[in-house]
Structure formats: C-alpha cells, structure tokens
C-alpha cells in the first residue's frame, strides 16, 4: 500500500514578558533561549532541502529579542555578568553566581570540566567566579554557534582562566548573534521553509474576555464571575496589536494564529477572520467535542470554519517529542515517531497530522539540545517517500473540511476551568469588571496620553498568567507576588484617574487557601541527579510535591524536621527528594523505612552512610534523594508509598503526613504540554 502523510510541525516560542516598570528585563531567559534555541531551531531545519516547518513568535518575545541592541542597559542579569566580580555587592554576587548554576546538570553542566568542577563550589574567588559565568554561557550556546562562530569555539577550547576581556569579547559576539535572529526568521519565511504565525498581545483568553459564559459552555459545573461584562474590544484590541507589532517586525500581515493556550470559540475566531487571518490552530480536544465524538481519523485533516482554516493538534505524537523522546537514544526516537506515524498515513487520501509543542524548553534536556535527535528525524524525513512535511500557510490552501460548529475551550480539557471557577480566580475577574466599570462611567476628561496608558494595564490584566496562579489547581512559592502584580495592574488605572483605589483592591485575594493546596501532581518526566542537595532548579522542574509545612498547622499534627517532599518519575525510576531539617538525621543513627503497601515490601536507608544500598540509589546532604528504579514494582501501574524515620525505636516522622503516596507509574502527561 502507498501511504500518504502530510506532516506540519508548529513550533511555539515564547518567553513571559520579563520588563519592569522601567523596561528592564528582571530575568535572562530570552537572552539564553535565544543563543540556544530560537535561532538553531530553524537552521537545523534549513540543513535539509525541502523540509518545511511553522514557528509561532509571541509579541513579548519578539519585543524582548530587539532590546539587545543595549543588552546591559535592557537586561539586568547581563548588567551584572559583565562587570567584574570584585565590582558587585555580595548579595548580587550570589544571584549571579546562582543563576550561572540554574542548568540541567546532565545535558549542559557535565559535558564542561571546567564548569562541572566549579558548579560543586559553595565559595569562589573572584577569579573563579569568572570561568563560571564564561562557562555558564558557553553551556547555554547552541549548536550553530558552537559549529560556526570562531569566538566560541576559541573560548570553548581555551577551557578556563577566562578575563574581563574574554567576557566583554563573548557578550558582544552574543549580542550581535541574538539581533540577528528575526531577520534570520524573515530570511526563511521569504524563501517558504517556514511559515509564520503569532498569538494575541498579552496572552489573554480571548473567549472569556468576549462573553464569560464560555466558561460555562465548555463545562457546565463551572461557577462564573459575579456580575461579569464583555470585554470584547479588549479582546479585539489584543490582536489587532499584535498583528500590527508582527507587521512593523516582518514587513507583512500575519497569516495565522496561535490563540493563547488554545483558547477558541465562534467570536474570537471572526476577530481573526475580521483581521485578514487565514488559519489558526488548537488542541484537539476541540475538535472532538465540537464533533461530538473522538474518532482519531477526523483529526488528520484541515477543516473551515467559516472561511477560516484550522488544525488541531495531535496529543500523542507532540508529546512525544515534547516529553519522552529526552529519555531515548536519539536513533530509536526517531524508529520509534516514524512507525508511530505509519498508521496515520493513507493510501486513499492525504492525510495532515499536527504536531505542535514548545519549540525551546525541551531541548535543554536533550543530549546536545536536541541535535542529533533533529538531524537524524529530518534526514529520514527528507528521505521519506511516503511524509511530506508542509507549513500552516500550505495546509490553510489544502481542500478543507467543513466544521458547522466551533465548541468553545483551551487545550487543557477542552474547557476554561484553568482560569475561572475557583473563588480566587472569579474575584479576580470581579475586580477587573469593577475597574471597567469605573472607567467607563468616570465624567472627568481624559487625555490621550492618559488614556493609552489606561489601555496598557488593562490588556496587561487580562494575562492568562494571572488566573492561572490563583486558586489551588497550580502552586506556587511567588503566589502572592503574582497576587499584587495583578492588583497593582488596577491600582494605576485609578491612580492615572486621580482616584483613591477601592479598598477591595489593596487586599490580597489569596488569604485562606484550602489543605488542598500543599500538594501539586507531577507535570512532566523528571531526572534529577542524586546527590542530596538541588544543585539546579530544572532537575525537579515538572516534579509533583508535597508541602507538609502546611499539614502542621492544618491537620494539627506534631512539626518533624522534613518540610516538603519531592517526587516523580521517567520510563526508569521513581525519584523522591525530602527537604528540611536534614543535616541531624544524618548525624544520628537515623534509618528511613520505605513501604510499597500493593508488595507489602519494606526497605531501610541508613541515613548516616547513603549511596550504598543493593537496589536503591540514595544521597544525603542538604536533603535526602533517592532514586527507585521501576522493576521494583513489579509491573504496577499505580503504587502507594509510605516512609517513616526512625531514630532506634522512635518514629521521628511518617510521610507524608497525610497518609500514602500514591505514585502513577504510567502518568499521562499529555495535559503539561510546554506552552
């Protein structure tokens, strides 16, 4: 049999807008995604005549990427990487040196002698500190700089013993480098290897802002905001500055759409339509229910809405790349993706499978970020007799199939339970109604000037962002500060007005969070290194955890000396981390039992002598890490897992304090797409 497939790859780029209220970015992740990702992905792709692809450019990042035309005067963490150490207070030595170790350990820091000697230091002098911040960003250089820019090949040879010049030399060359990658981007779409689409200006959840009754559209069980108002000439004005920001960038109106979290209903998509948008793209789950079935063949097609084109994504074959293909050899990935896509293929019509995901986050847990992944899947591609690879702007001219209706949801359900339900994220949404209410009826004159700036902090609070920090479904440690962020947002809308802010927007709207809140599910695949302290945030990023800090007072039970719990899992091991007061329990004869209640199997670490066990892998230091490897288990798909310790014949502790962990070994994670 012939198969036929068209295969159209979609990859989303975006960073959060990092600025403060002076333009500064406070954070340094455009800048090192973009000497490692933004321009490798496209030009690994290049390598390979005839192979197509569509990347998605959010307006922040696309503002952010043009700022580094003064990057010490934009950026504040390169403000601070380019003076000489000695120069820097001792608390903004210690950020510096703290995010020069914010790597993967495995991908990024091992492969570096230098930078892997120096990444176990608790103090550096000066001199020190100075191979490590070369080192840190030589670590974050991606391919196309390490292959063809003879300033990082000689600071890679040259291994340590950096200067001040050394560093000034490495920021000009990346400066220059990060300029260069939008025109690279308008390079590419003018020679048709990609195609180009972006997303509405501040991320917003364009339904909701169009008619809250969306919410309760895509799930009946959802409470809606009091008193909510359409805020459709926000939702209008969103995209009509992004297309305006994608034009003055590229020279031309955009084609398509990402919508923010894949967040579609009938309205939104006449705002695309109205603004000369051809095609847009979504989750889906959309298309399911909008069919009112899950046949997987009625996924492989572009379909019409009214005049415009759209693709849903494929869960399963995105999540492939996005999360599990990390843990494979790059050979037996790309075995493994095309066989998957075999069956798609069709003798009898052309097939179109979506497959859109994060174009920037995964690759850093790819060996050499991703290289040899990509290579090896486009050289099979290009040689592929049977896949074709097309960009959006192809498929939008594709025979299309008619859709007659559009349900309303995001990529997270097919609903909007993400951003509104909870209390806290309906009294949000309140108090922003309230504030347009105020507005609208306010009898003084306002000025232009005041005017546009009224409209800035009401486009920036509309940000899925803020809603989807608030209630208990995410955690996080920054809650509040996400919290007064949002609020302050409103607070200037008064104050340009000259009016005292209502006294509802000078409290938190987070005060009392349920129990439920001390514990968050894994999002993603995880593998830490075991080594009893976290040397880098992005080994457990994606991990579930369990805050016992907040049981204490809560379920009234006596304070032990471990405070939170880590954990998660990859196709290996299950991986737990227990943080608090550990040191003691290491200085004692302190012994952790483990229980697998299903086997009835219990095991015992000596906390004072880790690493060496018949079967399990362990470390303490700063916490305790412990690695599980799966054949313990037995084949068992969900496992419960108690731990006590115990110091002779008194138990210290029991974890978690709730009861047992109940642990998925064959956990979908197809809901945290990287986004």
């Known amino acids: 049999m012939k198969r036929r497939l068209n295969l159209s790859f979609f990859w989303h780029m975006h960073q959060p807008d990092y600025r403060d209220s002076d333009g500064v970015m406070k954070m340094p992740w455009v800048f090192l995604h973009a000497i490692k990702d ?74 570096m002698a230098r930078y892997r000697e120096l990444y176990h230091h ?84 364009l339904p909701l802002l169009i008619d809250m009754k969306n919410a309760e559209i895509a799930n009946e069980y959802t409470k809606l905001p009091n008193n909510p108002i359409s805020l459709k000439d926000d939702a209008y004005e969103q995209v009509r500055r992004s297309a305006e920001l994608y034009e003055e960038t590229f020279g031309l109106k955009p084609s398509g759409f990402w919508p923010a979290e894949g967040a579609v209903d009938e309205l939104s998509l006449n705002i695309y339509k109205k603004l000369g948008i051809k095609w847009i793209a979504t989750d889906e789950a959309i298309l399911f229910k909008s069919l009112q079935n899950s046949d997987r063949n009625s996924l492989y097609s572009i379909y019409d809405f009214n005049g415009l084109a759209i693709g849903f994504r494929d869960h399963g074959l995105s999540d492939l790349i996005g999360f599990d293909y990390r843990f494979k050899d790059h050979n037996d990935a790309v075995d493994h993706f095309m066989e998957a896509m075999k069956p798609i293929a069709s003798s009898e019509t052309n097939k179109t499978a979506f497959v859109i995901l994060d174009g920037e986050n995964a690759w850093e847990y790819y060996k050499e970020n991703g290289y040899p992944f990509f290579s090896t899947l486009y050289q099979r591609l290009s040689e592929s007799k049977w896949c074709k690879t097309v960009t959006m702007d192809e498929v939008s001219d594709y025979k299309k199939t008619i859709l007659d209706n559009l349900s309303p949801g995001s990529w997270i359900n097919g609903d909007f339970s993400t951003w509104v339900g909870h209390y806290e994220k309906n009294r949000a949404w309140e108090l922003l109604f309230q504030t347009r209410r105020d507005v609208d009826n306010y009898d003084g004159k306002i000025d232009e000037d005041i005017a546009e700036k009224i409209k800035f902090h009401f486009l920036a609070a509309e940000c899925s962002d803020w809603y989807w920090w608030y209630g208990d479904d995410h955690v996080t440690d920054f809650a509040l500060e996400f919290d007064a962020l949002f609020r302050q947002h409103l607070i200037e809308i008064y104050k340009l007005l000259d009016i005292y802010p209502p006294a509802d927007l000078l409290e938190a709207i987070i005060k009392n969070r349920s129990t439920a809140s001390f514990m968050v599910r894994p999002q993603m695949p995880i593998r830490p290194h075991i080594e009893g302290k976290t040397s880098s945030f992005f080994e457990w990023i994606g991990c579930g955890s369990i805050d016992e800090s907040r049981l204490f007072s809560s379920m009234d039970r006596k304070r032990g000396p471990i405070s939170r719990i880590k954990y ?49 892998i362990y470390a303490v230091n700063e916490t305790i890490e412990i690695m599980l490897p799966l054949d313990l288990f037995g084949g068992l798909k969900t496992v419960h897992l108690r731990f006590e310790i115990v110091d002779g014949k008194s138990i210290v502790q029991t974890l978690p304090g709730y009861g047992a962990l109940e642990i998925m070994l064959d956990e979908d994670y197809s809901r945290s797409w990287f986004i």
């Open 122 to 205: 608790d103090s550096m002098d000066d001199l020190q500190i100075i191979d490590l911040e070369v080192q840190f960003m030589l670590a974050w250089c991606g391919n196309y700089l390490r292959q063809n820019n003879h300033v990082i090949q000689q600071l890679i040879h040259k291994g340590r013993l950096y200067s001040q010049d050394d560093k000034s030399e490495l920021l000009s060359t990346l400066s220059d480098f990060v300029l260069s990658i939008l025109p690279y981007y308008a390079s590419l779409l003018d020679n048709g290897t990609i195609s180009l689409s972006t997303t509405p200006y501040n991320h917003p959840i």
């Open 38 to 111: 933004y321009y490798d992905m496209p030009w690994i792709l290049s390598k390979y005549p005839g192979l197509k692809a569509t990347f998605n450019l959010t307006p922040p990042l696309i503002e952010q990427l043009k700022l580094y035309d003064n990057p010490v005067e934009n950026d504040y963490f390169l403000s601070l990487w380019s003076q000489h150490p000695s120069k820097l207070s001792s608390q903004k030595k210690k950020w510096v040196i703290k995010t020069c170790k914010s790597c993967n350990y495995d991908t990024m820091v091992e492969p």
């Open 568 to 616: 998660g899992q990859n196709e290996e091991a299950v991986y737990i981390a227990f943080e608090g007061d550990v040191a003691p329990l290491s200085e004692t004869d302190c012994i952790l039992k483990i229980t697998i209640e299903e086997l009835s199997k219990n095991y015992s670490l000596d906390l004072s002598e880790a690493d060496s066990h018949s079967e399990i």
